[in-house]
């Protein structure tokens, strides 16, 4: 009986010190743009103001078309990784697809549609993604580059097309401010890209 009760005694020690070093199985995270309002627009080209305008999906290369969040060391800037638990809600190419879409109708264009809508626009806008990565270190930011181009569905012209980038400080290494800074960077961008519209 006692032999019983000692190794009973052991192997509810070994389990609770099994339960003890367990380590936290760890969780995805989904993270959102979180964009300002923009000031309303006044001054669009008077074709833009009343048309339809169309924006596109985003295109982007390699791992900038995937939802894992990229990250670069400061000391190794030539190295893009990835984040294994931390993730975009959607790919980047909807998610400033959808980003734009917005900041323009809360800028005041009322006719802003996507293709999912099917209707026939008046301009198109297409973007590229070429750069949306955290770079880690000191210092530490965050780099935005966006190639912006509008178009004019009416014989195929090219009314604009301009390279906009943003690269925010950040003060730590950590995902969460850098999701923060990301979304102030796209903000300047749309905010700068309204202005060009305006002044055309």
């Known amino acids: 009986m006692m032999r019983r009760l000692r ?43 009343s048309g339809v305008i169309q924006v596109e999906r985003f295109t982007a290369d390699g791992l900038l078309g995937g939802r894992a969040i990229v990250f670069s060391d400061s000391a190794r800037a030539d190295v893009a990784q ?35 809508l099917r209707i026939e626009p008046d301009y198109t806008i297409t ?28 014989g195929g012209k090219l009314i604009m097309f301009k390279s906009y980038s943003a ?11 850098a999701v923060g800074k990301m979304s102030a960077a796209i903000d300047q961008i749309y905010s700068e890209f309204l202005k060009d519209l305006a002044a055309r």
């Open 7 to 49: 190794l009973l005694s052991v192997l509810l020690g070994i389990a609770l010190l099994s339960a003890c070093s367990a380590k936290p199985v760890l969780e995805d995270n989904f993270y959102r743009l979180t964009l300002a309002s923009p000031q309303p627009s006044q001054n669009l080209p008077a074709g833009m103001a």
């Open 167 to 177: 690269e925010p400080r950040t003060s730590s290494d950590g995902i969460r401010e």
């Open 82 to 116: 990835t984040y294994h638990y931390d993730f975009w809600l959607e790919p980047p190419t909807i998610l400033l697809q959808s980003a734009l879409t917005d900041t323009l109708r809360k800028a005041g264009v009322q006719k802003v549609v996507t293709p999912d």
């Open 127 to 154: 973007g590229k993604i070429r750069a949306f990565e955290q770079i880690r270190g000191n210092p530490g930011f965050v780099r935005v580059q966006i190639e912006l181009a509008v178009t004019e569905r009416s």
